[in-house]
Structure formats: structure tokens, C-alpha cells
């Protein structure tokens, strides 16, 4: 099954989408610029062989939903996100504010 939710961030329109999957959840909430995701984020693979991307991206770990994916601490960004001012230990929301 899969869910998509707006959320208004700051008069921004981010797009969370859920995916099911057997034994797993999929989550993800992008904007124009970039995402956070669930712990299936790959974000060393990101900086490593797609790094002429430019992918904003950002990982939080142990999270079960949008809202806990909101809330949660990053636990690992892009070098692209960094550039951003996207930090470890930032709320999702917040890095959220900064993919404009």
C-alpha cells in the first residue's frame, strides 16, 4: 500500500510519501530541492557514486511514520545537504525548511 501526505512546512508543500512493504516501511518527504528519509537511505552510495547529483538528502533511523520522521534527528546527510547548512542531529522539519 501507499500513502502520500502534504504537509505545509513554513508556506512550502512537501510531499511524505509510505510505502508497505512485507516486513518494512518505507518512508520519504520531498520538496522541490531534496528529502529525508527512513534508514533505507543509502546517503554513503549519495555522496560517493552519484556525487555529481548533487542529491540534498538526509537519513533519520528508527522511525516508524511521517510524523516520527518529522520529529526525528538526522543521523546522516549528504555532502550536498551540508552545503545547505543541513546538519547531523537536525529535526527532519528543519532540514525540511532548509530545502527551498
Known amino acids: 500500500m501507499i500513502r502520500m501526505v502534504p504537509y505545509q512546512i ?10 508497505k512493504l512485507p516486513k518494512t516501511t518505507l518512508l520519504s ?21 552519484l556525487a555529481d547529483r548533487a542529491i540534498v ?3 533519520a533511523v528508527g522511525v516508524r511514520t511521517l510524523e516520527q520522521l518529522l520529529e526525528a534527528p538526522l543521523e546522516a546527510v549528504t555532502t550536498e545537504a551540508e552545503r545547505r547548512g543541513i546538519h547531523v542531529g537536525m529535526r527532519g ?7 527551498r
Open 29 to 49: 518527504i520531498s520538496t522541490e530541492v531534496g528529502y529525508i528519509m527512513c534508514g533505507a537511505l543509502d546517503v554513503g552510495l549519495l555522496n560517493a557514486k
Open 93 to 99: 522539519a528543519d532540514a525540511l525548511r532548509l530545502m
Open 57 to 59: 538528502a538526509g537519513r
Open 10 to 19: 513554513d508556506g512550502m508543500t512537501a510531499l511524505g510519501v509510505e510505502v
